[in-house]
């Protein structure tokens, strides 16, 4: 069986390859456990030293990266090209959280010291997302790969040439064979790997296939299980209607949508507040341009990665107008492009029950709430907890965000996709399993070994006996 991706602009082919069977998951995983020992056994300087080697290959490939990925994602060249970059700037945020947070340290004791490793888990599935198909595994694979652990990754079965680029620019750094291998393929080639003999699974993804993965471990509680999942994100706009519109607009509309942390639900103020920021938003997100990755010119927006998540993207917003949803700015297609192309929309939803559920695309609910204890109730009325944030010059309202809002990411007059490499990344409830990414992946990469250790071998005291 093949494997294709393509362009959603355009149609074009990118990719094709063969899917992974069950067989060749478990001869990755033969030929990474036949690796570890002489991986484990570097100095942890000389693990380090291939990653940076990978940084400088994925420099001098920057260009051809970027547009790979533009290619199979649709996203605009601009934004690919941060995107080799952030994969760039993570090596060396992961030296200095291994160093930080995992490292190795000794305090002296009366018999001796007592000594604080870390050791990687061993074999670590890492299943990656399209939306961000390098920079998100990358988070994963990166520290895995300097704790001493190896790694086996499943692309995203829509992004299957960056996967694979992934692991060229590794080879090319000259990690050893066995130590970062790709499979390719869908859900059964996911499902084969994880069924495998793996001690830990890195996922990024959707909160369904992260519940499904739940199941699946569920008799192995000594496979390590890190989960980034999506999110039905609030936006609380309270003041300031000219600037919080580009704050809305980056938080709902950047990336198509296709971010875990873009702003889902917009919370306003009833009365006319309410009314300038849904007026100043609904003015900005018309000017928008949209555009193509390879078109002449900027854009901020490109199409969906698929015409299939465009279709799927237009039923969740029917059902939300057949709820009984206003239509503020509306969900269409645009003449003359592929069906992954889409306007921005933003439907007003006040009083109405709708779905907790992420709609990955740019489409905004307007939540209307008389005070700002009805805000706040309204921003955790979900059962994901990825990213918040509030725009309001009122320090005390901010102040009472940090302190109700539940979320791993909350941001003050800022997107909310706006994330540190330097800080953890990732939420609560069905929006993860309480190990945050980012620079917090080293803590899920290995594991702490705690000693006594004393050079000399004595008698210690042993209680009750005359001596």
Not at 213 to 222: E, V
Not at 223 to 242: H, K
Not at 248 to 273: D, H, M
Request: net charge negative.
């Amino acid at each position: 069986m093949m494997l294709q991706s393509f362009d959603p602009a355009s149609r074009e082919l990118v990719w094709e390859g063969p899917v992974a069977s069950v067989e060749d998951c478990h001869r990755a995983i033969a030929a990474a456990r036949a690796a570890l020992p002489g991986w484990r056994a570097l100095p942890v300087d000389d693990r380090i030293a291939i990653a940076r080697r990978y940084a400088a290959v994925l420099g001098e490939r920057r260009a051809a990266l970027a547009e790979l990925i533009s290619r199979e994602t649709g996203k605009l060249l601009w934004e690919s090209d941060a995107e080799i970059g952030s994969m760039i700037a993570k090596v060396d945020v992961s030296i200095k959280a291994h160093a930080e947070r995992t490292g190795e340290r000794a305090a002296d004791m009366p018999f001796g010291r007592a000594v604080l490793r870390h050791r990687g888990h061993g074999v670590m599935a890492v299943l990656g997302p399209y939306n961000f198909p390098g920079h998100l595994p990358n988070g994963h694979i990166v520290p895995a790969l300097i704790a001493g652990n190896a790694v086996i990754f499943k692309p995203s079965e829509i992004t299957p040439a960056t996967g694979a680029a992934m692991a060229e620019a590794w080879a090319a750094a000259g990690l050893p064979d066995g130590l970062m291998t790709v499979v390719q393929g869908g859900r059964a080639t996911g499902e084969a790997l994880v069924a495998g003999d793996i001690d830990g699974l890195l996922f990024t993804g959707s909160a369904g296939a992260g519940a499904a993965l739940r199941r699946a471990l569920i008799d192995r509680p000594h496979v390590v299980m890190a989960l980034e999942l999506g999110g039905n994100n609030p936006l609380i706009a309270w003041d300031s209607p000219e600037a919080a519109a580009s704050i809305i607009v980056n938080s709902a509309f950047i990336t198509t949508g296709q971010r875990c942390s873009c702003a889902r639900r917009l919370i306003v103020p009833e009365g006319a507040a309410g009314d300038a920021i849904v007026e100043a938003t609904a003015a900005l997100a018309a000017q928008l341009p949209i555009a193509a990755w390879n078109a002449p010119g900027e854009a901020f927006m490109g199409p969906l990665v698929s015409d299939q998540a465009a279709a799927a993207a237009h039923r969740a917003v029917s059902d939300l107008i057949a709820r009984g949803g206003r239509v503020v700015r509306s969900f269409d297609g645009i003449e003359g492009h592929s069906a992954a192309f889409v306007t921005p929309a933003l439907i007003d939803m006040t009083g109405i029950d709708a779905p907790d559920a992420e709609i990955f695309a740019p489409v905004l609910s307007i939540i209307r709430v008389p005070d700002f204890d009805a805000a706040i109730a309204a921003a955790n009325a979900t059962r994901f907890g990825l990213s918040a944030g509030l725009v309001s010059q009122d320090d005390a309202l901010w102040r009472r965000i940090v302190e109700e809002s539940r979320a791993g990411v909350v941001n003050r007059n800022r997107p909310t996709t706006g994330a540190a490499g330097n800080m953890p990344f990732g939420g609560l409830g069905a929006s993860g399993n309480h190990r945050p990414s980012a620079y917090y992946a080293a803590d899920y990469c290995a594991y702490p070994i705690a000693s006594f250790e004393s050079d000399a071998v004595a008698a210690v005291p042993v209680n009750g006996l005359d001596r």
